[in-house]
């Protein structure tokens, strides 16, 4: 059973940085790709950044730049560092994990931009 346990959420001024970690209860080397959806009230989920098995990274157009997506395979788990943080960024940021058997998310973290 995989689980993902995400942490590093909260309330920031706008402008401000956060760090999300999502760790995994299984090597994160096994999975095709892991990556961050977020979802605001009323809103869609939506990808925000992914890396790959081979470590290569996407991002959406709304955090190029602003965003980086990382991980430690040593510590199962994968990073979001959010640099200048937008009032339209605040959602609930979940992580998800892409194996041979389907999708795998966590239970999600609130971050809120906000003055």
């Known amino acids: 059973q995989v689980q993902l346990v995400e942490s590093g959420g909260g309330l920031v001024q706008p402008g401000g940085s956060l760090r999300l970690s999502c760790a995994a209860s299984?090597?994160?080397?096994?999975?095709?790709?892991m990556g961050w959806y977020r979802q605001a009230p009323g809103k869609q989920r939506e990808l925000v950044a992914g890396?790959?098995?081979?470590?290569?990274?996407n991002y959406a157009d709304f955090v190029k730049g602003r965003f980086t997506i990382s991980r430690d395979t040593a510590k199962n788990t994968v990073y979001l560092q959010m640099n200048s943080l937008k009032p339209e960024d605040t959602a609930v940021y979940y992580c998800?994990?892409?194996?041979?058997?389907?999708?795998?998310w966590g239970q999600g973290t609130q971050v809120t931009a906000s003055s």
């Open positions: 299984v090597s994160i080397v096994r999975f095709y790709s």
């Open positions: 998800n994990a892409r194996w041979f058997n389907g999708d795998y």
């Open positions: 890396i790959g098995s081979g470590g290569t990274t």
